[in-house]
């Protein structure tokens, strides 16, 4: 699976930005995708996980009730829509999937194969 992530930008804290996964090389469906961040001079951090069938969505505390995940699979495609930006926000995103993850796995950064490059996202105060 080769993924390619976009939609990072500048903005002000409050606003909204829409990120997306485009996937290609094999489907999306039955396989768990999930959005990580990586502030300057920090570890990559879980934000947001859809699992394999889609039916079960998580999200870390920081995030929980501002970011939404969701899919399109017939555009093979993984968003993550993040409401009420804020500076701590700030933060190179990378989509994941995997296909053979299980459940309690789908925060470990580690338990995944495929990678996108990540997209930049600043939010100014």
């Known amino acids: 699976v080769q993924l390619q992530a976009s939609g990072g930008g500048v903005v002000q804290a409050g606003e909204s930005l829409r990120l997306s996964c485009a996937a290609s090389?094999?489907?999306?469906?039955?396989?768990?995708t999930a959005w990580f961040r990586q502030a300057p001079g920090k570890e990559r951090e879980f934000v947001t996980a859809?699992?394999?069938?889609?039916?079960?969505?998580y999200y870390s505390n920081s995030v929980k009730g501002r970011f939404t995940i969701s899919r399109d699979n017939a555009k093979n495609t993984v968003y993550l829509q993040m409401n009420s930006l804020k500076p701590e926000d700030t933060a190179v995103y990378y989509c994941?999937?995997?296909?053979?993850?299980?459940?309690?796995?789908?925060?470990?950064?580690?338990?995944?194969?495929?990678w996108g490059q990540g997209t930049l996202v600043t939010v100014s105060s």
């Open positions: 994941a999937a995997d296909a053979s993850i299980i459940t309690s796995s789908l925060s470990n950064p580690t338990a995944y194969d495929y």
């Open positions: 090389g094999r489907t999306l469906r039955g396989v768990a």
């Open positions: 859809s699992s394999r069938t889609g039916g079960g969505t």
